[in-house]
């Protein structure tokens, strides 16, 4: 790919180590982009005002965590500012914001909690990266339990689902959130996130994200603005494991309760190896396919960026071989540490 590559300074490091960040660095710059979609002009892509849905849309697939069982969401609108998480087999609680300040876990997957510890849901990324990626600001998610539905086409589904409801603008204006200088954090594998601040009344939202894995899937990376249209490409992109994983989880895994009843299957994941893929994969691009790339970039780094309550994030994230906690917690640090400043 011709289009040349960008460089970075590495900001105020707020967490590990400057020399790690730097060599990581290194690594990351003469990694070539794979695929990028910019918009020229980097206006925003989304309403200035904030968004809702006009009715309800319900989406079923089989359960996550518990793949006997058909889940169901609904998406619906909300009277209040953010997105909210309905236990509608639990009233005696209170409806959870998607926010830092509710993350309960981020070891495997986000997990989203507030007041009892049974009133939560998990597996949350892949629904409030919607959040960030479509521009919707105001949204109730009613469910029955913790546990979220497994589509074959990831993500997909939740967008025609919320599309279906029918998204529209407010009388509110909407509020947005950037960094206040370049920020750092740093990891223990190699692995970085950068933050740089919205700059001339920016309001949109670039990412520059890139892996190294040790299998077929190699080092990929790719240059984009969200918008709608380029989160809605990148929606069908798969969580993925490795083919040993998928076979311990087949097999060892029955006899583990957090592992026994899991809805992954051939289709809805994809499963790789050293020096082939075991499931068909996605989003080919020259001699590689981009689908891990797409998924984390859009539908992990995404989840963690909306996790800013009623505010939308824009500005600039690099991420390099980052993954859900960095995520989060660089999210957290930036609150911690009051880097986090509102936009007029």
Known sequence: METSLPEYKIGRVVKGSEAAIVAAYEAFRTQPLDEVRLVPDRSS???????????????????????????????????????WIRRMDQPEQLDTLVDISNLWTSAQNLVLRSGSAHNYLRMVEHIIALKAGLGVDDVLIKTESGDPPLFDQSSLPLIRAMEHAKIVPTEEKATYVTVKEPVAFGGRRGDFLLFYPAANGERNLRIDCAISWRSIIGCQRILFDVTPETFRYAALARTNATHHQYLMAKTVGKLFAATRNWGYNERNILIHGPNRYYTEPRFPVGDKFLEPIWHRACLDLMAALSLTGTDRFCGTVVSYRAGHTSDCDAIRALYRNDLIVRLD
């Open 45 to 83: 892509p989304f309403p200035s005002v904030r968004t809702t849905l006009a009715g309800e849309a319900a989406i079923a697939g089989i359960g996550t965590f518990q793949g006997k069982t058909k889940q169901t969401l609904v998406f619906a609108p909300s009277r209040k500012p953010g997105w």
